[in-house]
T-cell receptor
Framework: GAVVSQHPSWVICKSGTSVKIECRSL??????MFWYRQFPKQSLMLMAT?????????EQGVEKDKFLINHASLTLSTLTVTSAHPEDSSFYIC?????????FGSGTRLTVV | QKEVEQNSGPLSVPEGAIASLNCTYS??????FFWYRQYSGKSPELIMS????GDKEDGRFTAQLNKASQYVSLLIRDSQPSDSATYLC????????????FGKGTRLSVIA
C-alpha cells in the first residue's frame, strides 16, 4: 500500500525556535499534501493544502508566515513552525491522496517549552 | 461553513455488544464518507469508506449512509476491548484533490 513517512515522530523545542516537519511519499507521487493539526481531545483541523511547485493554500485563521509549507518535489512536503510558542504544541499530521485513497503520515508530536 | 458533527462521548458498551456511532454533515452535495479509528497519539486508521446510500459491511463493521438525512453511522458488532479508541467521521466534499473534513470524534470504551 501507499506510505507517507513523517519525521520526526516527536520533538521538543524551546520557545522562539523553529521546527521542521517532513512528509515523504515513499511509493507514489504526492502532487497534493494536506497538513492537519490536532489538539488534545480535539479533531484533526486542516491547516493548509500544499501543491507541488506552487504556494500553499492556508485555512482561515492559520498564519502563513508562521507555518511555512514547502512542496518542492512530488515526494516531499515540509512544514516549518517558525518562532514556536507553547500554544503551538500539538500533534501535526500530513496526508496525501494515493491510488489507495487518503494516506496519512504517522504524525509529529510537537512540544514547545 | 462545511461541518461534520459527532457526539464526543464517551460511549461505553460491554464486550460483545453492538456499538453504534453516528455522524451528521452539513453539505448535502458531499461525495464520500469515511470512518477512521484513532488510538491516542497515533495517526488515524481507515476502517471503512461509503459512497452510496444504504449499508456497507466489512467483517464486524457496518457503515450506513442516508444522504437525504445527511447522516452516516458505523456499527461495530461483537465489540472487543481492543476496539476502544476514538472514531472519527470524515467527509470529502467533492471529487479531486480535496481534503477530508473531520468530526471531533467519538470516544468508545468497550468494557470487558
Amino acid at each position: 500500500g501507499a506510505v507517507v513517512s513523517q519525521h520526526p515522530s516527536w520533538v521538543i523545542c524551546k520557545s522562539g525556535t523553529s521546527v521542521k516537519i517532513e512528509c515523504r511519499s515513499l511509493d507514489f507521487q504526492a502532487t497534493t499534501m494536506f497538513w492537519y493539526r490536532q489538539f488534545p481531545k480535539q479533531s484533526l483541523m486542516l491547516m493548509a493544502t500544499s501543491n507541488e511547485g506552487s504556494k500553499a493554500t492556508y485555512e482561515q485563521g492559520v498564519e502563513k508566515d508562521k507555518f511555512l509549507i514547502n512542496h518542492a518535489s512530488l515526494t516531499l512536503s515540509t512544514l516549518t513552525v517558525t518562532s514556536a510558542h507553547p500554544e503551538d504544541s500539538s500533534f501535526y499530521i500530513c496526508s496525501a491522496i494515493s491510488h489507495y485513497g487518503y494516506t496519512f503520515g504517522s504524525g509529529t508530536r510537537l512540544t514547545v517549552v | 461553513q462545511k461541518e461534520v458533527e459527532q457526539n464526543s462521548g464517551p460511549l461505553s458498551v460491554p464486550e460483545g455488544a453492538i456499538a453504534s456511532l453516528n455522524c451528521t454533515y452539513s453539505d448535502r452535495g458531499s461525495q464520500s464518507f469515511f470512518w477512521y479509528r484513532q488510538y491516542s497519539g497515533k495517526s488515524p486508521e481507515l476502517i471503512m469508506s461509503i459512497y452510496s446510500n444504504g449499508d456497507k459491511e466489512d467483517g464486524r463493521f457496518t457503515a450506513q449512509l442516508n444522504k437525504a438525512s445527511q447522516y452516516v453511522s458505523l456499527l461495530i458488532r461483537d465489540s472487543q476491548p481492543s476496539d476502544s479508541a476514538t472514531y472519527l467521521c470524515a467527509v470529502r466534499w467533492n471529487s479531486g484533490n480535496t481534503p477530508l473534513v473531520f468530526g471531533k470524534g467519538t470516544r468508545l470504551s468497550v468494557i470487558a
